[in-house]
């Protein structure tokens, strides 16, 4: 089921809250870490994921050493989301195109997480993602696999029956969190970026963050 863990993650989720707060007590607002980024509260020290595999819209499987050497951002939703997910992924897409100069090598990444592995197939969560930047990798897995990848970033998801669920299982939206990962070119979590977004600021950060990090 959607929800079957549903309490570890809110647990965890709550967690990851308090260690937001105790960073931004200790370095102040956006500088946890020593970090100077007004559009990211980092954690303290970066959180080394646990092993994960995800299907890409391409056909390549989403792991951990895909995400060495950049700066990524991930971000969790679904193709049917009404307003979070396309209103996130325009104000990221806003962010992207201030980094397009630099060399594939270095740009920043964006990953959307599809939660709905139901209605969205990789393809089609591909079509969707590059509809708001052609650079935007994709990718799902089954909901045991994104449950532990979402635990793994401090966030949530669940199904959302609606009134003619009983008669129409297509009638469901997703909850999910809308705070966006920041994870290190050690494909660690680093920081979070909660809402509402600024696109300049994320772009700026994220072009400080991948000059200082450049060999």
């Known amino acids: 089921m959607f929800n079957r863990n549903t309490g570890i993650i809110l647990a965890v989720a709550l967690a990851a809250g308090l260690g937001l707060l105790l960073a931004q007590k200790v370095f102040g ?15 303290g020290t970066p959180r080394t994921l646990p ?47 201030q980094w397009e100069s630099l060399p594939d090598s270095l740009r920043p990444r964006v990953v959307l997480v599809s939660v709905d592995p ?37 966030m949530v998801f669940q199904k959302a029956p609606g009134k003619h669920f009983d008669k129409n299982p297509a009638d469901y939206s997703m909850d999910h969190s809308a705070s966006i990962a920041v994870l290190d070119p050690e494909g660690r979590l680093a920081g979070l970026i909660r809402p509402p977004l600024n696109p300049q600021a994320i772009a700026s950060d994220l072009l400080k963050l991948t000059e200082k990090s450049a060999p």
């Not at 607002?29 to 954690?43: E, Q, R, T, W």
């Not at 969790?76 to 195109?97: H, N, R």
């Not at 696999?145 to 979402?150: C, G, P, Y």
């Open 29 to 43: 607002p956006g500088k946890a870490g020593n970090h100077d980024s007004s559009s990211i509260v980092f954690y």
């Open 51 to 97: 092993d994960f595999d995800l299907a890409q819209s391409d056909g390549t499987r989403l792991i951990p050493g895909e995400l060495r050497g950049h700066w990524t951002l991930v971000f969790l939703g679904f193709t049917s989301c009404p307003d979070i997910c396309p209103t996130t992924l325009t104000e990221l897409a806003g962010a992207q195109k």
């Open 118 to 154: 139901e209605r969205d197939t990789p393809a089609r969560l591909g079509e969707y993602a590059h509809a708001f930047h052609k650079d935007t990798l994709a990718a799902t897995a089954d909901i045991p696999s994104l449950e532990r990848f979402a635990t793994a970033l401090g």
